[in-house]
């Protein structure tokens, strides 16, 4: 986001907002309530929640997905089933079972299952392969599995390098496709004659067990496991259902984001249970559908990423465009020039923007419905001076950390303490790397997000920017580790920096890549480098741009100069003598970039 004086929050605008936060104020309080689950002995989480939409609303719609609706009853009865033939298939509370199907009913009821039974979900990005499927997987030591037809082939090019028994494989067909593949159990067909009754050891479960295991790109290249608690879940869920979106039977909140991200699957799908209401969701999303099948859904609801608006923003205009039942929506990474744009366009009332980590212990919600914010948040947080070029926090020559000032941008940090615990990642090392200590008083913990972020005052914040190693492209984190180490594998690569870069009018940073050849410019095939990338890497992950550079430039320490790079980024002109070359999109090479070339990518004429 470009600085934004005008969005900073007036006083005349707090008092134009008095009389809803008055309206307000009765369920807030109660959402407050329900949200901060601090009684062990309090039934909370996903499993129990549903359970209670159940008895709330047993023949509304649950789920909707392309002509089928699920009920609220036939879901939990759908879950009970499989959960009865877990637990008799020895999957008991504590133990993790990996999912990997796309986004369809079948993923949900099968999350809810394993919820209810007390096990952890592992949420097994779809678009994973290979390395990083074999190392997700090992990571949480899964005692089962559960595939979908859809992501077969994946799975079973990895099979023989996990340890997961044959007998707790199971396989989710496909309809109208039910031929079950050899070594697999269909594991819909095995629950069938199960008991329909909810489970007693779900209403045992408490705020501080495990729910699932979310995956993060982690700065080493290789996904993190984030870990989200029952209580954490809670949170979510009553926060965005009951507090900020004030959802009922009536709605239905229609979902396009991978239900293996925090957004989709706790914010969106949470807000829908919480709400007793109607949960749409379609395999992927489609720009040129999207509108149609909200209208068939009757969605009141959206959950979005910033990139998704942008999206549909870029469809041609329709007489249709108002035609819609549409008047709020949940997501993140909505940027100033979109928001203004789409809220007329499509004449949606709220926007409410979110900022959270789902590896962090912070998250910023826009309940008041101001325009070209992240909103507030009710946890200690503070924004403190960086390093430009490492992103590190800066201590002052008293030890300690400088807050800036209202208006100002700084690296945001998140108090640790009892109302906001870090619940925090499988592998103790990563947890030591995000954890700052004395950073005003001596003791104090705060959680260093990693992100850049502007105060606009009465505690609303605007998000800015990722530092450090990842990038946002594509709604997915991108690690650039991951990247240099995948690229280094090519023979023909000596060298390899990766980061992210802006091209004009779309959301997040694209991938590019310095790199040094090992042998000369000549002796690289850019189609063979863009096919090998594409072969080893997630498809949101693969660079957009190259630059060779006959020698890296390094800093004193030996790190490389990413700042200048990411400044001068795929512009010919300011690239001295290194080529610069573009992946367009639907081409199957690398080609280079021309000063005419940067004018169209620049003036919009590539959709990215």
């Given at each position: 986001m470009s600085h934004r004086q005008n969005d900073m929050i007036t006083w005349g605008m707090m008092l134009r907002k008095v009389p809803a936060i008055v309206r307000a104020l009765p369920r807030v309080v109660r959402g407050m309530r329900a949200a901060n689950v601090t009684d062990p002995r309090q039934p909370c989480g996903l499993g129990w929640h549903f359970e209670q939409a159940?008895?709330?609303?047993?023949?509304?719609?649950?789920?909707?997905?392309?002509?089928?609706?699920?009920?609220?009853?036939?879901?939990?009865?759908?879950?009970?089933?499989?959960?009865?033939?877990?637990h008799d298939q020895g999957v008991r509370k504590g133990d993790v079972v990996a999912l990997l199907i796309e986004n369809r009913p079948e993923l949900l009821l099968n999350?809810?299952?394993?919820?209810?039974?007390?096990?952890?979900?592992?949420?097994?990005?779809?678009?994973?392969?290979?390395?990083?499927?074999?190392?997700?997987?090992?990571?949480?030591?899964?005692?089962?599995?559960?595939?979908?037809?859809?992501?077969?082939?994946?799975?079973?090019?990895?099979?023989?390098?996990?340890?997961?028994?044959?007998?707790?494989?199971?396989?989710?067909?496909?309809?109208?496709?039910?031929?079950?593949?050899?070594?697999?159990?269909?594991?819909?067909?095995?629950?069938?004659?199960?008991?329909?009754?909810?489970?007693?050891?779900?209403?045992?479960?408490?705020?501080?067990?495990?729910?699932?295991?979310?995956?993060?790109?982690?700065?080493?290249?290789?996904?993190?496991?984030?870990?989200?608690?029952?209580?954490?879940?809670?949170?979510?869920?009553?926060?965005?259902?009951?507090?900020?979106?004030?959802?009922?039977?009536?709605?239905?909140?229609?979902?396009?984001?991978?239900?293996?991200?925090?957004?989709?699957?706790?914010?969106?799908?949470?807000?829908?249970?919480?709400?007793?209401?109607g949960f749409a969701i379609r395999r992927k999303f489609s720009a040129s559908q999207f509108w149609e099948d909200a209208r068939r859904f009757n969605a009141t609801t959206l959950g979005y990423v910033g990139e998704l608006c942008r999206y549909l923003l870029d469809q041609p205009p329709s007489d249709q465009d108002r035609d819609n039942r549409v008047t709020k929506m949940v997501g993140n990474g909505l940027r100033p020039g979109v928001w203004g744009q789409f809220k007329q366009r499509y004449e949606v009332e709220h926007i409410c923007e979110l900022y959270a980590a789902s590896d962090g212990n912070i998250g910023f919600t826009n309940v008041l419905n101001f325009d070209n914010t992240i909103g507030f948040c009710l946890q200690h947080w503070a924004l403190v001076d960086y390093a430009p070029d490492t992103g590190e926090p800066l201590r002052g020559s008293d030890g300690f950390m400088h807050k800036v000032s209202t208006g100002g941008q700084g690296l945001l940090l998140a108090k640790i303490?009892?109302?906001?615990?870090?619940?925090?990642?499988?592998?103790?090392?990563?947890?030591?790397?995000?954890?700052?200590?004395?950073?005003?008083?001596?003791?104090?913990?705060?959680?260093?997000?990693?992100?850049?972020?502007?105060?606009?005052?009465?505690?609303?914040?605007?998000?800015?920017?990722?530092?450090?190693?990842?990038?946002?492209?594509?709604?997915?984190?991108?690690?650039?580790?991951?990247?240099?180490?995948?690229?280094?594998?090519?023979?023909?690569?000596?060298?390899?920096?990766?980061?992210?870069?802006?091209?004009?009018?779309?959301?997040?940073?694209?991938?590019?890549?310095?790199?040094?050849?090992?042998?000369?410019?000549?002796?690289?095939?850019?189609?063979e480098l863009l096919q090998f990338a594409h072969g080893q890497l997630p498809h949101y992950a693969v660079p957009l741009f190259l630059r060779i550079k006959v020698k890296m430039e390094t800093t004193g320490t030996f790190k490389y100069q990413k700042m200048k790079l990411k400044e001068e980024a795929f512009d010919p002109a300011l690239a001295g003598n290194d080529p610069v070359y573009a992946w367009l999109p639907g081409s199957q090479s690398y080609v280079p970039v021309t000063g005419q070339l940067l004018a169209q990518i620049q003036g919009g004429h590539f959709r990215y």
């Open positions: 159940t008895l709330r609303n047993p023949d509304g719609a649950a789920l909707l997905y392309a002509d089928r609706v699920i009920s609220y009853r036939d879901a939990n009865q759908q879950a009970n089933r499989i959960a009865h033939y877990l999350v809810l299952a394993v919820a209810k039974l007390g096990g952890v979900c592992a949420m097994l990005n779809t678009s994973q392969t290979q390395g990083t499927l074999v190392h997700s997987l090992t990571l949480v030591n899964p005692v089962a599995i559960v595939v979908g037809a859809e992501l077969l082939s994946a799975y079973a090019a990895v099979r023989d390098q996990v340890q997961i028994p044959p007998q707790r494989t199971w396989y989710v067909a496909e309809p109208p496709d039910s031929a079950i593949p050899e070594g697999y159990i269909d594991l819909m067909a095995a629950s069938a004659g199960h008991p329909v009754d909810n489970l007693a050891i779900c209403a045992q479960i408490s705020y501080n067990d495990p729910c699932f295991y979310i995956y993060t790109s982690g700065t080493t290249g290789l996904p993190k496991a984030g870990i989200m608690k029952h209580g954490r879940w809670t949170k979510t869920a009553v926060s965005f259902g009951r507090i900020a979106l004030d959802m009922s039977p009536q709605d239905v909140l229609y979902c396009t984001l991978p239900l293996y991200h925090g957004t989709g699957l706790c914010v969106c799908w949470g807000s829908a249970i919480i709400g007793a209401s303490d009892e109302k906001s615990p870090f619940d925090g990642y499988t592998d103790p090392e990563k947890n030591r790397k995000v954890v700052i200590s004395d950073v005003f008083e001596k003791g104090d913990r705060y959680f260093n997000t990693g992100d850049l972020v502007r105060s606009i005052g009465f505690g609303h914040a605007q998000f800015v920017d990722r530092l450090g190693d990842t990038y946002r492209w594509k709604g997915e984190n991108v690690s650039t580790t991951e990247v240099e180490n995948v690229l280094l594998q090519h023979p023909q690569i000596a060298e390899v920096v990766a980061y992210g870069v802006e091209i004009a009018n779309t959301n997040g940073r694209a991938g590019m890549v310095a790199i040094t050849p090992s042998e000369s410019l000549a002796a690289l095939d850019m189609r």
